[in-house]
């Protein structure tokens, strides 16, 4: 069996629109079945005090944070009741965390997305700065 070779692979952590200030597409593709629509969150460069983080620092974020926003929902995500028996456990809105090498990634109007399938989330988080090293670095 012949395997991929994914040291070339744009990883998850760098497939991040840098314009955060462009609003997402009004009209997303049609998501068949089980799959997730996800606008990647990037790792701020800057701390809320103003510091500026060198860019090792920057990179080691990155890695360690691979989240997004759920933009939008296939008709069938969620709605396997042997994988998820109580039903969705996210939605439209939320913050999620996935993979480094997870999902299928596209441009679409100019914004670089992510599609997923409903059982390659990890966990959902309530905001992106709970997991934003940075955070802290100025309170």
Known sequence: MRSVAMEKAIKNDQWISNEE???????LPHLPGYNLLIRPVSVKGITKGGLLLPDSTQDDMAYLTTVGRILALGELAYLDKNK??????????????????TGTKLLYKGIKLLILFDDQIMMKVNNSKDLDPTFNLSN
């Open 21 to 27: 200030d462009l609003p997402d597409p009004k009209d």
């Open 84 to 101: 998820f028996p109580k039903g969705p456990w996210c939605k439209v809105g939320d913050y999620v965390c996935y993979g480094k090498h």
